[in-house]
């Protein structure tokens, strides 16, 4: 342990001195370094006392992280809107809702049009692809069974509720594409079935989206309110198993799936729940699809500034919340 304490406090000092010369992307890859090899220096137990050089170290990494994450992100931007979006993902700027139903959890693009509820129709060329998944629906309703993943893992951080916990047993899921690449159950699918998810209406923008999932709600699960992770994208849902009962409430508009309806059009960036109250299973092709008040250049954006992203934060990312505790 001496050893180990004799290594940190070398380390340590060493970054000390390339915070002073203001040398700072060494500095954020020597305190990686250090979180990898160390984690508990940098994050400690809530209960530990920390003296004020390991808070002042704490604070540091942090700060360096985020300041990596704008310089990686902040030249992004060809609109006002993408560029404050940016700022707010940074920390840069506070994060201001049009709408207090709306908080999407990850990015969130002002002043982009959208309600709860849309029509295929207002979407152009959508209304034909949801036709030809419609055609489709025999060979997606055979690959339910395989339906087996916990979706509850699938949708980021959850309440430790006894709702979501018991909604753990109660919602599965089997992806079809997700982060943007084509998954090995999608192979059960015809060839034709799969290209369909290269359309450019689907929001890609790997590694966050576009998801394609079969989504199995069993009998008398509720699914609590929760918010998406942004606005660029809108859900789309082709009904597979539907009952009269089951429900999907966004910003409390409700709406129901039945064998009518070809599809449900909702931006899950508002607060939205579902219920199945029925004895029968309730299963829905979930697909992501750009918000279609985007332009092309804003989607470009939107890209690039994903591809950031996902790279400061397999390098960076997880130091950027050690000085959580402090706030």
């Known amino acids: 342990m001496n050893n180990n304490n004799n290594h940190i406090t070398q380390l340590i000092e060493s970054i000390a001195t390339m915070v002073e010369k203001a040398e700072y992307d060494s500095a954020l890859s020597a305190y990686a370094s250090v979180f990898k090899q160390y984690p508990e220096f940098l994050s400690p137990k809530d209960e530990e006392p920390l003296t004020k050089f390991r808070a002042t170290h704490i604070h540091n990494a942090a700060n360096l992280?985020?300041?990596?994450?704008?310089?990686?992100?902040?030249?992004?931007?060809?609109?006002?809107?993408?560029?404050?979006?940016?700022?707010?993902?940074?920390?840069?700027?506070?994060?201001?809702?049009?709408?207090?139903?709306?908080?999407?959890?990850?990015?969130?693009?002002?002043?982009?049009?959208?309600?709860?509820?849309?029509e295929t129709s207002e979407v152009e060329g959508l209304q034909d692809l949801v036709n030809k998944l419609s055609t489709s629906k025999e060979a997606f309703l055979s690959c339910i069974k395989y339906a087996n993943d916990n979706y509850v893992h699938e949708i980021g951080e959850v309440p430790k509720s006894d709702d979501w916990k018991k909604l753990?047993?109660?919602?599965?899921?089997?992806?079809?594409?997700?982060?943007?690449?084509?998954?090995?159950?999608?192979?059960?699918?015809?060839?034709?079935?799969?290209?369909?998810?290269?359309?450019?209406?689907?929001?890609?923008?790997?590694?966050?989206?576009?998801?394609?999932?079969?989504?199995?709600?069993?009998?008398?699960?509720?699914?609590?309110?929760?918010?998406?992770?942004?606005?660029?994208?809108?859900?789309?849902?082709?009904?597979?198993?539907?009952?009269?009962?089951?429900?999907?409430?966004?910003?409390?508009?409700?709406?129901?799936?039945?064998?009518?309806?070809?599809?449900?059009?909702?931006?899950?960036?508002?607060?939205?729940?579902?219920?199945?109250?029925?004895?029968?299973?309730?299963?829905?092709?979930?697909?992501?699809?750009?918000?279609?008040?985007?332009?092309?250049?804003?989607?470009?954006?939107?890209?690039?500034?994903?591809r950031e992203y996902a790279n400061w934060s397999a390098h960076f990312g997880a130091l950027a919340v050690l000085d959580k505790r402090f706030y």
């Open 65 to 118: 992280s985020r300041r990596a994450l704008y310089n990686a992100c902040h030249h992004i931007g060809s609109t006002s809107r993408i560029k404050q979006a940016v700022n707010m993902l940074c920390g840069v700027e506070r994060k201001v809702y049009q709408h207090e139903a709306q908080k999407p959890s990850f990015l969130f693009i002002p002043d982009l049009p959208s309600s709860p509820f849309s």
């Open 168 to 306: 753990s047993e109660n919602w599965s899921s089997m992806h079809l594409m997700k982060g943007g690449h084509v998954t090995e159950h999608a192979k059960r699918l015809p060839h034709d079935v799969i290209s369909l998810f290269n359309s450019p209406l689907l929001a890609h923008c790997p590694t966050h989206a576009p998801e394609v999932v079969i989504s199995v709600l069993k009998p008398k699960a509720y699914i609590p309110p929760h918010y998406g992770i942004s606005n660029i994208k809108w859900t789309l849902h082709i009904p597979l198993v539907v009952n009269d009962n089951a429900y999907l409430d966004v910003a409390g508009e409700k709406r129901t799936w039945s064998a009518k309806t070809e599809a449900l059009l909702f931006d899950d960036s508002f607060v939205h729940s579902a219920e199945n109250p029925a004895d029968a299973a309730r299963a829905v092709l979930i697909i992501d699809i750009w918000n279609p008040h985007l332009t092309e250049v804003e989607k470009q954006d939107i890209q690039m500034l994903m």
